[in-house]
Nanobody
């Protein structure tokens, strides 16, 4: 399956922006549904955003809609998460995922990155 590596996390003040990147290795990247999930300390992993294989459609959690934008570049085997207007409650480890079903369920994604930490100070 595809291997995923995230980057771009860091420490920012509330209201700031970050762009996360996920680079994939594998020969079938174009046909994978891609998504971002996040997990805060003491909480379950939750859905943030997903994008279909062509990049023409996207889904967002209500908590990030209007602030986050997911995009993909199939030529360069990459998916991105642009995060604007960050809030302290966005603090979490962010994970890139690849799967075969376009949706919000973590169980439908078969490959996961190692995670990148995003910390938003108040």
């Amino acid at each position: 399956q595809v291997q995923l590596v995230e980057s771009g996390g860091g420490l920012v003040q509330a209201g700031g922006s970050l762009r996360l990147s996920c680079t994939a290795t594998g020969h079938t990247f174009t046909y994978y549904v891609m998504a971002w999930f996040r997990q805060a300390p003491g909480k379950e992993r939750e859905f943030a955003a997903s994008i279909n294989w062509s990049g023409g459609s996207a889904l967002y959690a209500d908590s990030v809609k209007g602030r986050f934008t997911i995009s993909r570049d199939n030529t360069n085997n990459a998916v991105y998460l642009q995060m604007n207007g960050l809030k302290p409650e966005d603090t979490a480890a962010y994970y890139c995922a690849a799967g075969s079903v376009y949706g919000r369920r973590a169980s439908t994604y078969h490959s996961w990155g190692q995670g990148t930490q995003v910390t938003v100070s108040s």
